[in-house]
């Protein structure tokens, strides 16, 4: 067990507690996995489940080519995270398309229903065909349009077997073959039979459905979370408010969002004012890649994916994109209002679009959350100590004695990880990780209080030069 804890609200259930309280002289970073989570609407593939998609190849077997979830996945796969979690989104009318296949008897009756494997509005047909070295043997061709896709070639036998064949074929990933009835009279022929009746279940989806999606991903080890260019703010609230809830259980992510196409930057700027969330980054720009414009809602998939991505003593600070140009040009004012608001914005740089600064919408700091917290790469760093050492914390809880020799092996373990940030460069050598005397001195004899502290090394954001003539 992992989460959050203060003096007035500690945890009852056995656990290994980090709390990091950050003040203006304590300067703090680290990374995470890399693990992006992203709901999509698809017309293809399985609903309901969180998904791994490899590469742009695996996404098109497992989602296609043709929705939402490509665009958007190979968006976030340009991005490089470690792995890409999709859930397909319905809305209650998905429905799977069919065909039935007849016999070849005197008055043919219906013997196989062939379905889709995934509810879909793909346009596939069949055609099944004899066999031209062997007449006593069926093929059946898979067709999407005019494209073939699969050939399952050889079926023969009783509708058992036929059955059989299609559905263990090594390359079918497209049907599912069900008996109707048996025949001893062999299938009939058919050319170009469309499977009808699919539908994708993609037009209703509502925010139940995304809210579905969080539920799942609740299961998964995840480091960044966002909607499918979604922007509505009240999903985005309601997002905002899950990924907080989570944060409070011990799974820490961050969230990553945007407005529509049309959003101009005062409204960007008014909701990340809104948002104010060390755990949450908004987009503010819209931008062009190979041509299309994408909305800053859209731009935040791959903005999630980057930031989670890359190797943890890089910021996307100044950041080189994909992205060819932007919709809207801002001036160095705007960029700075944007930046004070909590609004990740972007500039067009020497023919190359980047990232101005690592910024997320949290900007309300106090003594205990300084303004190093509003930036993603400490938060990532925040999450990274929060996770490696709760997978530290297992082979601790309720295998170590609570005495000085126990707390001594959890003490020594812990500094053998901070260290691993200070070969890094990350972090400086006089760190420190130490018991925490004065919790310590009132706890009871089945907790343990430990703390640590570490000044941070930043990237170089601003160089200021001075020049002399004489």
């Known amino acids: 067990m992992a989460g959050n804890w203060s003096e007035t609200n500690k945890p009852t259930l056995p656990g290994f507690y980090n709390r990091f309280k950050t003040i203006a002289e304590n300067r703090i970073t680290a990374g995470t996995d890399g693990v992006l989570a992203m709901p999509v609407k698809a017309n293809w593939g399985p609903i309901k489940t969180v998904t791994s998609v490899a590469d742009e190849s695996d996404l098109i077997d497992k989602f296609g080519s043709e929705n939402t979830a490509y665009k958007l996945g190979r968006l976030a796969l340009l991005g490089q995270p470690k792995e890409l979690l999709l859930y397909r989104l319905v809305d209650g009318s998905e429905k799977v398309a069919e065909i039935t296949l007849k016999d070849n008897g005197s008055s043919p009756v219906d013997v196989i229903k062939i379905q889709t494997k995934y509810p879909t509005t793909r346009k596939f047909n069949i055609t099944l065909q004899t066999n031209l070295i062997d007449s006593t043997q ?42 109707i009835k048996d025949s001893t009279n062999g299938l009939s022929s058919v050319v170009n039979q469309a499977l009808t009746g699919g539908n994708d279940g993609s037009e209703n989806t509502d925010n139940e459905a995304y809210l579905e999606a969080m539920t799942a ?14 922007s509505d703010t009240s999903l985005q609230a309601s997002a905002k408010t899950w990924t907080d809830n989570q944060k409070e259980n011990g799974n820490d992510f961050c969230l990553f969002v945007g407005g529509s196409v049309d959003i101009d930057l005062d409204e960007a700027n008014l ?19 190979d041509g299309v414009l994408y909305s800053a809602a859209e731009v935040a ?6 930031s989670i991505g890359i190797d943890l003593k890089e910021s996307v600070c100044n950041k080189k994109t994909i992205f060819s140009k932007m919709k809207t040009k801002h001036g160095k004012t705007e960029r700075a209002a944007a930046l004070n608001a909590g609004t990740l914005v972007f500039d067009e740089q020497n023919g190359s679009v980047v990232i101005v600064d690592d910024k997320n919408t949290f900007t309300e700091y106090t003594d205990e959350k300084g303004e190093v917290l509003g930036y993603i790469r400490a938060v990532r760093f925040i999450n990274t100590v929060d996770k490696d050492t709760t997978l530290n914390g297992v082979k601790f809880e309720g295998n170590t004695l609570n005495n000085p020799t126990g707390q001594l092996s959890v003490i020594s373990a812990l500094k053998q990880y901070f260290e691993t940030f200070e070969n890094e460069g990350i972090i400086d050598s006089d760190f420190t990780v130490e018991i925490d005397k004065a919790l310590q001195a009132t706890a009871k004899n089945d907790e343990f209080y430990w703390k640590w502290n570490a000044d941070y090394i930043n990237v170089m954001k601003k160089i200021f030069g001075t020049g002399y003539i004489k």
């Open 138 to 179: 069926k093929d059946l061709l898979l067709f999407e349009d005019s494209k073939q896709i699969i050939t399952i070639s050889g079926l023969s036998g009783k509708i058992d077997d036929i059955v059989s064949q299609i559905n263990s074929n090594s390359e079918n990933e497209y049907l599912v073959a069900e008996k």
């Open 217 to 230: 991903f609740e299961g998964y080890d995840i480091d960044g979370f966002v909607l499918d260019g979604i």
């Open 271 to 289: 909701n990340s004012k809104q948002l104010n969330s060390l755990n949450v980054v908004n987009i503010g720009d819209s931008l062009y890649y």
């Open 301 to 306: 998939v791959y903005v999630a994916a980057l």
